[in-house]
């Protein structure tokens, strides 16, 4: 793991504010919308790992897809660890889920310094 | 609005992805977002109904899978340009995407970056692949072929009759029943043994069968 990796990569987070300059609400509103979804897939997550399998796997693979497109980069690696654990079967420990929250947490932050707290999902806004 | 903009289906199962290639998308003038597909029947149905120039596709939708859809775009004569978004690089898929018609592969994480250069790339007829258009899709086919083939069973300079003789060994095979699979001489059997150790550097029955498990020596279909 690169010890500089941050939680959200700059490129990708200020190209696509650029491409969504003239919808600043639409650009924090689609950020809002990740954080929850992400959070809620986490919860998922948490429910299926101990039957662990194809569940795990498709629920790690969609948050690393959004993860990857608005550039939650550590998410994404950490989710594409646990789809691949999925996929060889290998089961999936609280560990692993608490460091993909922590990382999420990372993100939140960033996030809120950046857009400020309404971009946070109204029931995380403690977390 | 350009008049003769790029028409574009994006097909994936998340809907923040959707609208974060959408957003990336209306930045640029030429390129119109004329659909949004949940899985891969509505990628379909969008697809004949709408006859983008172009479809965005990921190829991990429940339903019917992108590399499904993919298939069945290819087998409907569709004129759509598909690009696949992948969340990483697999060779396999990517020769296989290729194979089924795709005409860019887009990494999510790269798609700011580099999509709406890959959508115009492939709108002039060109490839995309690695972030950068293809130049000779012949070479980077054999290439990929190349690279995604089975690797060549290492014999470790082993005939093929001692490659024989270590099959049994594996299966527990004495000298006696080789000897007498091959209608050969216990001695000879002997012989080819003496042979394998020196040439593998092992030194006895047991080393041997591990050798040849950890080194794929057995055929395909064997020892597994």
Same mark, same amino acid.
């Given at each position: ?15 696509? $504010? $650029? =491409?969504? #300059? #003239? !919808? ?24 299926? =790992?101990? $039957? ?7 629920? @790690? ?17 950490? @989710? ?5 654990? #999925?996929? =060889? ?8 889920? !608490?460091? /993909? ?10 996030? =809120? ?6 971009? /946070?999902? @109204?029931?995380?806004? #403690? @977390? | +609005? ?60 429940? &339903?019917?899978?992108? +590399?499904?859809?993919?298939? *069945?775009?290819?087998?409907? &004569? ?39 250069? %890959? ?10 692949? *690695? ?41 527990? %095979? ?12 216990? *001695? ?9 150790? &020196? ?22 279909? *064997?020892? &597994?």
């Amino acid at each position: 793991m690169p010890e500089t990796e941050t939680p959200l990569t700059t490129e990708v987070f200020d190209q696509l $504010q $650029q =491409a969504m #300059a #003239a !919808d600043r609400a639409g650009f924090t509103e689609l950020y809002r919308e990740y954080l929850a979804d992400a959070w809620h897939t986490l919860e998922l997550l948490r429910e299926a =790992a101990p $039957q662990g399998g194809e569940e795990v796997r498709q629920r @790690a693979h969609y948050l690393r897809s959004s993860s990857l497109v608005l550039g939650a980069h550590k998410v994404a690696r950490m @989710a594409a660890t646990l789809e691949e654990n #999925a996929r =060889a079967s290998v089961s999936t420990d609280d560990n692993a889920l !608490d460091r /993909i929250a922590e990382a999420l947490r990372e993100v939140q932050a960033e996030l =809120a310094e950046r857009l400020g707290n309404g971009v /946070i999902p @109204a029931d995380k806004t #403690a @977390a | +609005m350009a008049a003769t903009s790029i028409r574009v289906v994006i097909a994936d199962d998340h809907p923040v992805v959707r609208v974060g290639l959408r957003n990336m998308l209306q930045a640029d003038p030429a390129i119109r977002v004329v659909g949004e597909a949940r899985d891969g029947v509505e990628a379909l149905e969008l697809a004949r109904s709408l006859r983008p120039d172009v479809l965005l596709l990921d190829l991990a939708m429940p &339903n019917v899978a992108g +590399m499904e859809a993919l298939r *069945e775009m290819t087998a409907g &004569n569709l004129d759509t340009h598909t690009i696949v978004l992948t969340g990483l690089i697999d060779k396999r898929q990517v020769l296989e995407a290729l194979q089924l018609g795709a005409r860019g592969v887009v990494l999510k994480d790269a798609a700011v970056e580099h999509l709406s250069a %890959c959508i115009r790339a492939v709108m002039q007829g060109q490839y995309w692949l *690695e972030g950068r258009p293809v130049q000779n899709l012949v070479q980077v086919l054999r290439d990929l072929t190349a690279q995604t083939a089975p690797a060549p069973r290492k014999t470790f300079g082993l005939t093929a009759r001692e490659l024989e003789v270590v099959a049994l060994i594996t299966e527990g %095979c004495t000298n006696k029943d080789i000897a007498k699979t091959f209608g050969i001489s216990e *001695e000879t059997v002997k012989r080819h043994l003496t042979n394998i150790f &020196n040439k593998l550097g092992v030194g006895n029955r047991l080393e041997l069968a591990l050798f040849a498990l950890n080194h794929s020596l057995l055929p395909v279909g *064997e020892g &597994n």
